[in-house]
């Protein structure tokens, strides 16, 4: 019996430098947008400013100008950001969504956290309190597929605002971040479609940390919730499942889900008995497929408008192993 797998992963182009000494620490205060004074909020624009123009700009010599010492010593690291991002985002537009002020009464080696309000926003936590002023500058992309978060701290260095650290990840797919594919999974899980609910906690998943300091106040219910849809599943569901009321007999070895421009797309992976080179005969199988799925796996022409059919020779059981497949992407509704 094969179970599903519980993934918790976070997609991040990190600079950050932090502490593992939890221990000894001080009092901070925090300042929260319009509560933050207008001067310091009026410099903070114009180095945000400037390290936003500069990677819209592919200009990396700005940030090593602007960069804390420690972070001058990374400046390889510093030059390899700026090139995934100018790889990754063919269309980079960042506005602010959040910032902080901090004042900390002790520096010392040990990690601070930065209290954020809001229910369902970030713990800022695991940053060395290695200055007694820091910023934190959370900015966001407009993006209908992919929007990414950029996180920049600085500290006060020599009397002057210096870049600790910088991070760039993924925080929504189609507008929607990890806590609202959360809410949207547990709806969904009680009305018992729980493939459903578990496709979008999978993709909820990848937008848990879209920087290794942020952590969601939600993500102790996140990981329960995850864990029980899981438990669930394992007890109902043994694969490969084979879908004998189809004429050509295919097996299900698993099911996964795709951001892609036509939206969030599940992802049927199965086991074929009609060669890869036989595209029609797959495309047929495919419609085949379609027409029982819903029984097989409740709510999935409900909960997406797309669905995708892969196919391979073989169970594809090696995660190592690059494995020939053939996909066939199907409306779930008919216009």
């Not at 506005?95 to 209290?115: A, Q, R």
């Not at 900015?139 to 910088?166: P, Q, R």
């Not at 295919?250 to 797309?265: A, C, H, M, Y």
Request: net charge negative; proline share 3%; charged share 25%.
């Amino acid at each position: 019996m094969k179970k599903i797998l519980l993934l918790f992963l976070s997609i991040t182009i990190t600079i950050l430098l932090t502490s593992c000494n939890s221990f000894g620490g001080g009092a901070t205060i925090t300042f929260h947008n319009s509560e933050i004074d207008e001067v310091l909020k009026e410099d903070f624009n114009t180095i945000n400013k400037r390290i936003v123009d500069s990677i819209i700009d592919d200009c990396p010599e700005v940030m090593l100008e602007m960069a804390s010492d420690d972070i001058k010593k990374t400046s390889g690291t510093i030059k390899e950001f700026y090139s995934q991002l100018k790889n990754s985002k063919h269309k980079i537009d960042f506005k602010i969504m959040d910032e902080y002020y901090v004042k900390i009464s002790k520096i010392g080696d040990y990690n601070i956290t930065i209290e954020t309000f809001q229910d369902d926003s970030f713990y800022v936590n695991n940053i060395k309190a290695v200055s007694d002023e820091m910023y934190v500058g959370l900015f966001t992309t407009d993006d209908k597929i992919t929007g990414y978060l950029l996180t920049l701290i600085y500290i006060k260095e020599n009397g002057n605002w210096k870049l600790y650290s910088v991070n760039c990840g993924d925080y929504t797919y189609q507008g929607l971040s990890a806590i609202d594919y959360f809410q949207k999974a547990k709806t969904l899980y009680d009305k018992e479609y729980k493939i459903p609910a578990y496709l979008y906690m999978n993709l909820g998943t990848k937008l848990l940390r879209p920087a290794v300091f942020l952590q969601y106040k939600k993500q102790s219910e996140f990981d329960e919730f995850y864990k029980k849809l899981c438990n669930d599943l394992n007890k109902s569901l043994i694969f490969p499942i084979e879908m004998n009321n189809v004429i050509s007999n295919p097996g299900i070895w698993n099911f996964n889900s795709s951001n892609t421009i036509e939206g969030i797309v599940p992802i049927i992976i199965y086991k074929s008995n009609i060669g890869l080179s036989n595209e029609i005969g797959l495309k047929d199988e495919a419609n085949e497929m379609k027409l029982s799925i819903d029984k097989l796996l409740p709510g999935i022409s409900e909960s997406f408008e797309y669905i995708c059919f892969q196919a391979y020779s073989e169970y594809p059981k090696d995660p190592n192993k690059q494995y020939p497949n053939f996909g066939t992407v199907l409306r779930t509704k008919e216009k």
